[in-house]
Structures are given as C-alpha cells and as structure tokens.
C-alpha cells in the first residue's frame, strides 16, 4: 500500500481514491486473446480468471462503493469479437456483485462499447470529475479546474537491468502537466506489460516532457519509489 497522493493511494495495478471510495482500472484490454489467436499467436485462454483473482483481492481489501473503468475495456477497435461479449458481460457482472456502481470512461479502443454496456445498465461517460479530481482516458487532451488529472492510455512500464539479469514492470507516473498532478495508471491485463517509459516513445500527448515524473514500480503485490525518470536513464 502506498499514497501517490494524499488523497489516492496505489491498489495493485489500480488507483484508489480514498475520500469517495473509488476504484479506478485501466486499459484492460479484455479480447485481446482472441485478436492474438486470430494472428495465428497462441496463448492461453486465462486473461480473463487472471484479471478477476487480481481484482477479488483488491475489492477485498479496499472495499470500494464504485469503479471506475478508464478507457479501453475492450480490445478489437471497430466490432464486438464474440469472446469480447462474452468476457466484458462476465466482468461486469462480478463488478456490480461487489459494488454499487460501475462506470465506463470511453477509450480509443470503445466505439462501439454501448450495446454491451447497455446491457448491464453501466454508463459510458467522456471523463469523471470527482471533487478535484479528474478522471479521463488520456487519448486526448482535457481542459479542466481540477487539481489532479488520472489518465490511462499509455500502459507505462519500465525495463531494469542489474547483473545481466532483464525484467520489465509494471508502473505507475507521476508529475505535473501545466501545473496539475498527472497520474498514468498501468494496464490492468496481466498480458500486457507496455511502454518502457526510458525509451521515451509516448502515444499521450500529455507526455511530452516526463524527466522530473516520478516512477512507481509493481513487483507482485509490492510498490516500489524509483525516484524520477531522468535518474534512471
């Protein structure tokens, strides 16, 4: 357990926020198997069981009234593939038996979300403020009074090198982005590792300048302070 912010502490791979009790996921990516078969790449069907372990433990813990999904809750971009219905109906079903309500938050992935989301009577909003806190995808720009931006999209993650020895971790941002704090919020899918944030290749527009952000690093159930970027270059 670890405060990103006074008032928004790290959850796994989730954020929450504290003072309404919310749970915030991002980019879970659910289908992405399926596209990955349909490629002729085989992996094992768990994505699904893996994210709902993951998620059991964490409402557990916090006890959230609501959550938040940031964008992306599906994969394929244009359609509704038939596993992606499946699994998206199964999430949200698990969700509404835990909290009170869930809310989608439209990614780049999630044109044509509304008939499954409509389904579950789950609303599909463009942002969410929540007192100071704004919460939107991260694909595009905002302009908002809030005080503290959490964004998704990226899927940040950074690669460490030590005796030879290669991993790459989940992680979370942190920094200011024209006078806010921005938080950039990992991937959820245990599939999807993401962007080496050394390498400097963002899809984000609020990250064109990220040297003094600072990196927080997922090792199983354990967060970790690397300081800032610029340092781990």
Known sequence: MM??????????????????????LNDLHLGYEQVLHLKGILVPRQQLKLVLNKLEKIIKKFKPKKVIINGDLKHEFGKILEREWKEILQFLDFLLKHVEEVIIIQGNHDPVLGPIALKRGVKILPEYLVGNILISHGDELV?????????????????????????KFKCFLQGKWQGKTLIVVPSFNPLLEG?????GNFLSPFLKDVDNF???????????NFGKIKNLR
């Not at 962007?195 to 390498?199: A, F, G, P, S, W």
């Not at 600072?214 to 970790?224: A, G, P, Q």
């Open 195 to 199: 962007t080496d944030v050394l390498e």
């Open 143 to 167: 302009e908002t009074s809030a005080k503290t931006i959490i964004i998704g999209h990226e899927h940040p993650a950074i690669t460490l090198k030590e005796h030879g020895k290669v991993e």
């Open 3 to 24: 405060q990103i912010t006074p008032e928004i502490q790290i959850a796994g791979a989730a954020l929450y926020l504290q003072q309404p009790e919310i749970l915030v």
């Open 214 to 224: 600072n990196v927080y690093i997922i090792n199983e159930e354990e967060i970790f």
